[in-house]
Structure formats: structure tokens, C-alpha cells
């Protein structure tokens, strides 16, 4: 059985017994005289260890007939931090069933994603994850099911079918099993006591591993933000998102204990996408303990990491867009990048409605972008180039940036382009792909912090000091550019009117 081979039993029974949330989403606790499985902090009392079973997945426990627990909703617990730290085939399949691929093209869609067969592909996660792809597809749907039950005014039909369901008895059967409670049930138990928001809005919390220190990850995000589609107002980081049924509207704001998190959707069936690309932009599934307990054995980094644990990684919420981003920003200041972005979204970008802010456009895609005139570009020639190529080769397929993408061999089809070196290369792995290894070694930013703590300045020997902080080395950076005065370093006052421009001047 699963958990005769789950390899740290004795760890997972202390963590259990001693409720420890960081383990969160890493496993999960089933009981045999109750039939529910739990997330390991779970508030009630542990069960007896000869009840204990243990599964490395909330559809592995489901499907060996575990229901959730009412009070700890395993469900909703972090994801594991493994799926954004590895590139091999599980890894890559976890991301690509988080951003719905399964359920919009099926098994074999995702195996032609990842280049593996469809048998290959089901061996693999049934060996490690005890569940196979319609069955970890099934568990999310269950979860984006239970949202739309208790924080939306849709019908049950509506949300059967938003969540992915073929009918909306399977929906109801499902959700019976998972949470032992009807839908009507669900949602009449998540209305006491709550609050209404506005109308078209989904309220949710994005649970995360402790520590979190948010000053750097929506700092970088609101200094860097393109006018029209990012802005900070009122306290929230708000981005538009480009979803495979529609567009939306995100609002994030950091709090103590969860990332609060208000959405509104042209089309339901987008929530689970929508939240997988944001808990993947602020990197919630990371596991800050593992990251600062290595990075701290370097003496010259552990005050760092004393004063301010638990940095996370800026990423995205589309690595095409990102990657275009990235050669604007070649060798210019933040503020010169973000005009030439705005400029390209200006003109090529798709028009949106926004009612609660200033947000105006989607980022152009590659397509669009690939009818651009080149002289219309406001610098040099050889960064025109540069751009027109990658655009023209991300609008053929020819790179994949998404969710599924082999880390190095994208690095190596980068850098075979015109005009992109080592910084652009290994800026896109690491907030582009998600690689928790990329290092701009040639970073200004980066080399002025080396500097100042005493550390090799040069990219090559600095690369060279930074081999003791791998396999964490993007963390890192982040922990170096805070050294610094820049605007990426600090989370703007919620009224700064700085942020909440929408448009920059082009001229």
C-alpha cells in the first residue's frame, strides 16, 4: 500500500502530533475509524498512530475512500512546495493539472504538453502520487466546487459546470463524497455569520506557509507593474488576467496569516486557473523554512535572513508576457521598461472594462504583437530585433513558457535568440518558468549588494560563492535586492496616488 512505502512515516506522525502547519500540503493524515483525512495541523485531537495513514495527495486519499474534514479543510491547505521546485514529468504534470489542462484537453492533451505517452505519463503519478490525472483533476475540481458554493451566488447547475463537471449529478455525487455534505448544504453552512461582497466578486483567502515577508514580492510586482494592466489602489495589488474562456480582474493584498484575494470573471469555469496563476505569481507554495535554513548557513547572509524570513519569488502570471518584459527592460531603468510596455499594451493590448479601478487593457499576445512595426519601437535597432524574434518565435510555439515547460531546455532555446545573454536568460527562468535555481549573476543590482556585503561582485566568481546556495539560489536574489533602496524593496501607503496612474506618457 501508498503509505508502506511513504518514506518518513515517523516525521509525518510528529508533524501530526504536534500540528505543525508547515507540513501542510506536503501530506496528508487519513484516519481509518473515521474515514477523513486531515491536513496536519488539523485543530481536533490526533488520532491514535495505529489509525494513521498517510497520502502524499488529497485525490489519492479521496480515492482510497477518505472524505475531508469539515474543520481543517485539507482541501484549501498550501499546495506542495515540491511542484515549483523540481522539472521533472510529476512536477511539470502537477503544474499543468493546477492550470486546467486536464480538464480542457483531457490526459491526452496533458501528455502531448509534457511529450511523454499517456501510459507513461499515468505510471509516473500513480507511482508517486498514489492517484492518477483524472483523479488529481477530479479532486480540484471538488475544490473549486466548494468555492463557487460558498462565495458566489450561482446557481448549482451553474457551478456543476463552472467547476468543470459533465452533469450535475456527478457534481452533486462528488461533492457528497468529498465533504460528506450536500452542496446546499455547503453553502448554507458558509453563509452564517459572512459578509456579501459586490456582486460578480469571488472573496477568498490564499492560505500560505509561515513565514512570509511581502515587502520585496508586491513591491517588485507594483514598481515594475505596467499603467493599464497592473496598479496598486487602495491597499491591493490589482492585475488584469488573460484565462482560457475569458479575461478577469484580481486584487490581492497581503495580511498576516493569508493573502486576501477578490476575483471577478468573465467566465466561472476560469477560478481554479485564476487561482493557480496567483498563488503562483506570489509563490505561495514555497517552503520558506527549507529556503532560509540552507541560505542562512552562509555567514553573510544569515542577518539578512534574520531580519526579514520568508521572501518570496515574484513570478507571473504569463510567462510570454513576462518574457517580453524582460527584453524591454534590457539595460534600462524600471520606469523606461514600464513606459515601453504601457506603449505596446496602448497599441496592441485588448480593451477591457474595469469597475473597480483603473485597469484598461490585456497584455497583448504574441499574436497580436507579431504585426508591429519594428521603427515604431523607441530604441535601438538590435533590441528591436531581439524583440521582433522572440515575439515571432513565442507566436509560432516554437517555446514553451508555461506551466509544463522543461526549465533547461528553454534556457537553451533562449539563448541560441538574437540579443538575449545570461541576464535575460535566467531573469525569464526564474520568473517566467518558476526555476528556484536561476541566478542573474549580471544583475547591477545584484553586484552593487555583493559589493556591500563583502561578497565577489564579478558574475563569474560571485556564480561561483553562490554554488553553497543551491538549489535556492533565486531566493537569494531576493534577499540581495533588498539590500538596496530601490522602490522594488517597499510596499507603497494603501492612498499613494503614485501607483493608481493608468497611463504614462509616451511621447
Known amino acids: 500500500m501508498l503509505e508502506d512505502v511513504y518514506e518518513c512515516r515517523e516525521r509525518c506522525i510528529r508533524a501530526v502530533q504536534s500540528k505543525d502547519a508547515r507540513f501542510d500540503g506536503w501530506f496528508f493524515t487519513a484516519v ?15 488520532p491514535k498512530v495505529e489509525n494513521m495513514r498517510f497520502y502524499p495527495s488529497a485525490a489519492a486519499a479521496q480515492q482510497a475512500g477518505f472524505r475531508a474534514c469539515k474543520r481543517c479543510r485539507p482541501d484549501a491547505s498550501p499546495g506542495s512546495p515540491e511542484w515549483n521546485d523540481r522539472a521533472d514529468l510529476v512536477a511539470r504534470a502537477m503544474r499543468l493539472i493546477a492550470d486546467g489542462v486536464v480538464d480542457r484537453d483531457g490526459v491526452p492533451g496533458l501528455a502531448t504538453q509534457l511529450g511523454y505517452s499517456v501510459r507513461q505519463v499515468q505510471r509516473q503519478l500513480l507511482a508517486e502520487l498514489g492517484a492518477g490525472p483524472l483523479a488529481l483533476a477530479r479532486a480540484q475540481r471538488a475544490q473549486t466546487a466548494r468555492l463557487l458554493i460558498e462565495t458566489s451566488e450561482l446557481q448549482m447547475a451553474d457551478v456543476a459546470f463552472a467547476a468543470g463537471f459533465s452533469s450535475v ?3 452533486n ?45 508586491f513591491g517588485h510586482l507594483i514598481a515594475t507593474g505596467v499603467p493599464g494592466v497592473e496598479e496598486w489602489r487602495d491597499g491591493h495589488y490589482r492585475r488584469t488576467l488573460r484565462l482560457p474562456h475569458g479575461h478577469g480582474v484580481v486584487a490581492l493584498r497581503p495580511m498576516p496569516d493569508h493573502i486576501a484575494c477578490q476575483l471577478s470573471l468573465t467566465d466561472q469555469r476560469d477560478l481554479a486557473i485564476a487561482i493557480s496563476r496567483c498563488r503562483r505569481m506570489l509563490d505561495l507554495d514555497a517552503d520558506p523554512v527549507a529556503v532560509d535554513d540552507l541560505l542562512a548557513t ?11 524570513p520568508g521572501r518570496r519569488v515574484p513570478h507571473t502570471v504569463d510567462g510570454e508576457e513576462f ?61 528591436r530585433t531581439t524583440l521582433t524574434t522572440l515575439i515571432a518565435t513565442l507566436a509560432n510555439g516554437d517555446i514553451d513558457l508555461g506551466a509544463g515547460a522543461d526549465w533547461d531546455h528553454v534556457r537553451e532555446q533562449l539563448t541560441a535568440l538574437p540579443g538575449i545573454g545570461p541576464w535575460t536568460v535566467e531573469s525569464i527562468a526564474m520568473r517566467a518558468l518558476g526555476d528556484p535555481d536561476a541566478f542573474v549573476a549580471s544583475d547591477l543590482g545584484i553586484r552593487y549588494a555583493a559589493r556591500d556585503l563583502g561578497l565577489p561582485e564579478a558574475p563569474k566568481p560571485l556564480t561561483e560563492h553562490a554554488r553553497a546556495w543551491r538549489p535556492w539560489r533565486a531566493y537569494a536574489v531576493q534577499y540581495l535586492w533588498a539590500t538596496g533602496e530601490h522602490a522594488i524593496n517597499t510596499i507603497p501607503a494603501a492612498d499613494d496616488p503614485t501607483y493608481q496612474v493608468t497611463r504614462l506618457s509616451t511621447e
Do not use: W
Open 32 to 46: 481509518l475509524t473515521t474515514r477523513i483525512y486531515c491536513r496536519p495541523s488539523c485543530p481536533v485531537v490526533p
Open 169 to 171: 449529478r456527478t457534481f
Open 173 to 217: 455525487e462528488t461533492v457528497q463524497e468529498v465533504f460528506a455534505l450536500a452542496p446546499t448544504e455547503l453553502r448554507r453552512r458558509a453563509r452564517r455569520g459572512t459578509t456579501t461582497t459586490a456582486p460578480g466578486t469571488i472573496s477568498l483567502r490564499l492560505p500560505f506557509r509561515a513565514p512570509l515577508t511581502p515587502d520585496n514580492l
Open 298 to 308: 552562509d555567514p553573510v547572509l544569515a542577518p539578512l535572513i534574520a531580519k526579514a
Open 323 to 383: 518574457a517580453v518584459r524582460a527584453v524591454l527592460g534590457q539595460q534600462v531603468s524600471t520606469a523606461a521598461a514600464r513606459t515601453h510596455a504601457h506603449r505596446l499594451v496602448l497599441r496592441h493590448g485588448e480593451p477591457i472594462e474595469d469597475a473597480g479601478g483603473g485597469l484598461t487593457h490585456l497584455f497583448p499576445t504574441m499574436q497580436a504583437l507579431a504585426g508591429l512595426d519594428p521603427e515604431a519601437l523607441a530604441f535601438p535597432k538590435t533590441r
